[in-house]
């Protein structure tokens, strides 16, 4: 599987942003996909998970309320809505997959990774 995520920008505190993440290959659809950010400086960290169906979803601590993760198989792709951005939220977006059928926010459980979207929020 191939992933490569767009989307991101430049983003005022309060405003929105959806990510998404295009796959290749014929078997997106077994896949739970992921999302995770890094700040400068900062380890690699959890943002959201879906299953491969949809009907389970796995979300951060930080990001809960605020970003909604979702995804079309048959277009192969996941998308990350994000609103109420805050500084905090400045990061480099990146997807993954994981073969697994639980929703995991353990990079370890994601055997392929798209390169990443920068997301900056200015305050």
């Known amino acids: 599987v191939q992933l490569q995520a767009s989307g991101g920008g430049l983003v005022q505190a309060g405003g929105s942003l959806r990510l998404s993440c295009a796959a290749s290959g014929r078997t997106f659809s077994s896949y739970v996909m992921g999302w995770f950010r890094q700040a400068p400086g900062k380890e690699r960290e959890f943002v959201a998970a879906i299953s491969w169906n949809g009907r389970r979803t796995y979300y951060a601590d930080s990001v809960k309320g605020r970003v909604t993760i979702s995804r079309d198989n048959a277009k192969n792709t996941v998308y990350l809505q994000m609103n109420s951005l805050k500084p905090e939220d400045t990061a480099v977006y990146s997807c993954?997959?994981?073969?697994?059928?639980?929703?995991?926010?353990?990079?370890?459980?994601?055997?392929?990774w798209g390169q990443g979207t920068q997301v900056t929020v200015s305050s």
């Open positions: 993954a997959a994981d073969p697994a059928i639980t929703p995991s926010a353990r990079e370890s459980e994601y055997d392929y």
